[in-house]
């Protein structure tokens, strides 16, 4: 990865938003939704045989809000089921809905509010959520916090895996320790969503990918190019995160972007980029600014203006 490289990234022309995947514009007619960069379809993997790839995410060292993740995960219970009435009129904002929830392993419902139903008022999400649990592919989960998520049932998660060529493990059991940081991770994908062309790769399906590190995700652009992205949460030492740093030398990724979840954070992984490899394209950014609109990002080498402009 060059300077060269970095520049010729930032510099295309303005950004005209197409609205994929959740992040589309509101409309009353669902089917109209476009899910993870398809119109009117869904997205499948360019990935041979199905197979079945052993981990998948949770691994993060990252403890920040640990307590009260474990508070709100050791005792979850699902909502009880209910009769089903009627024949579900599936719409694409539903298989959206599901198919995240299948990659990222569970979805807060705050989330979905928020990127599938932009415009829409909480009643409708609400009314929708409940079909959805009435038919028996997603189930509610509940802790002692105010954190509230969904999860995939059985039901859910075969209509996930229609049509893909790899299939993600479901954890029987969420882990306490990196709940809030999965939690944003998702936030970070379903804002991209937003703002770029393209897919996301989860974590769960970059194991079998040749990366020198694996990220939280990867952005797919639609010439192929990508971006990595890192959550980060809480500190990993700068000897630790100097040494990851130095493996993506050999990446293909255009960028590595990182998202802080606190401004501290922030302050933190700043001084990690300023005293680590000053030739590789780091970039740097708060996921509060991200929700909020389209900041520039922070890098050794200047900001970039990622957001605004038309990313191919």
Not at 114 to 134: H, M, W
Not at 193 to 221: C, M, Q, R, T, Y
Request: glycine letters at 8%.
């Amino acid at each position: 990865m060059s300077e060269q490289t970095l520049s010729s990234l930032s510099s295309s022309s303005s950004y005209s938003s197409q609205g994929i995947g959740c992040g589309a514009a509101p409309t009353e007619n669902p089917q109209a939704l476009q899910v993870d960069g398809t119109q009117g379809g869904r997205s499948e993997l360019p990935t041979p045989p199905p197979q079945r790839h052993e981990g998948g995410v949770g691994n993060s060292t990252l403890q920040n809000q640990t307590e009260k993740a474990s508070k709100s995960l050791g005792t979850v219970g699902a909502a009880p089921a209910r009769k089903v009435v009627g024949r579900l009129r599936f719409q694409i904002r539903d298989q959206g809905i599901l198919d995240t929830c299948y990659e990222q392993n569970f979805l807060m419902i705050d989330q979905i509010r928020r990127y599938f139903f932009k415009g829409l008022s909480a009643r409708r999400a609400r009314q929708r959520l409940k079909i959805l649990v009435n038919h028996g592919l997603i189930r509610r989960e509940y802790g002692m916090d105010s954190d509230r998520f969904v999860r995939l049932t059985s039901s859910g998660v075969k209509r996930a895996e229609q049509g893909r060529g790899i299939l993600i493990p479901q954890r029987k059991k969420l882990d306490a320790n990196t709940f809030h940081h999965d939690a944003c991770v998702t936030a970070v994908r379903l804002r991209l969503n937003e703002l770029w062309l393209g897919k996301w790769l989860p974590e769960a399906l970059l194991k079998s990918e040749s990366f020198p590190h694996i990220p939280d995700g990867v952005w797919i652009f639609p010439s192929g190019k990508q971006i990595a992205i890192e959550v980060e949460n809480s500190p990993k030492g700068p000897d630790r995160f100097h040494k990851i740093q130095a493996r993506w030398r050999n990446s293909s990724a255009l960028l590595v972007l990182y998202v802080t979840t606190s401004n501290e954070m922030h302050r933190i992984v700043k001084s990690y980029l300023e005293t680590g490899p000053q030739d590789l394209p780091f970039g740097l950014v708060t996921l509060d600014d991200l929700e909020a609109g389209k900041p520039p990002v922070w890098s050794v080498m200047g900001e970039l203006d990622l957001f605004d402009r038309e990313m191919h």
